[in-house]
């Protein structure tokens, strides 16, 4: 008889992580604003008002929020006095926006937007789920105007040793049990295991100056837990 493995499945690459996200996304849609609340104790909505405090554009200025989901970030962005707009590529998340953005569905990766025709983009808490960060930032890149504003906003591993155990208990095993029990387990259990995919931070910052954009910087929230990535598209 062969030995049942507690090891997980590796996680999937390129194509096959495209798909699985896309479904994965769509299953845990309807609950994913109340578990999101609940996992982060309301904390979620005032990491992403930093990150569009952090945009410093002027009132009107136009702002894709790519990967937009339920629509988070757009909400706000408007309530910041920006005109929204978000893509996303679950049809279940934008079906359960919460936004009056205009929402498309589209992949990140290749944008349905002209070059320069945007001021701002910001994206909050989905840089792992894209299948490659470089083609996103030159993405960001082409889309935004010289001087426009990027604000990516995803989670990270805490430096401080005590902070990252405390971390990797509740996000590790907490987290998951709190989705299992309200939404999807197998989602859930992706959530910590997700982390993976994001290059260390001196890769972020390159990968964003390698793409073309200047003034970039890098914020630490919430006890290094979460990161905030700001730079300006550079004029040429
Ligand atoms: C963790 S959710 C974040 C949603 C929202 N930005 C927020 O702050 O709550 C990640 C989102 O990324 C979307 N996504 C993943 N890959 C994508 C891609 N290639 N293009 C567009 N959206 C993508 C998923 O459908 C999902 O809505």
Redesign the pocket.
Known sequence: MPHSSARPAPLPEGEEK?RA??A???TI?PR??LV?RIMTFGL?RRW?QRAVASLTLDRDSRVL?????????CRDLAGSGYRPL?????A???RHARTDAPLVR????LLPFPDRSLDGVV????LR???ALPP?FAEAHRVLRPGGRVAL?DVATPSHPLVRAGHALYFGRVAPLVGAALSDASAYRYLPRSVAYLPPVAELLDGLRRAGFAAVERRSLFGGTTQLLTATRSPE
């Open positions: 495209r996200l896309q994965m996304f769509d849609a994913y604003d999101n979620d992403r929020d790519v990967a937009c989901g339920t629509g988070d970030l978000g893509v996303d590529l679950s279940g998340m934008l589209a992949d990140a990766l994206s909050g808490f989905a789920n894209f299948v996103l906003l």
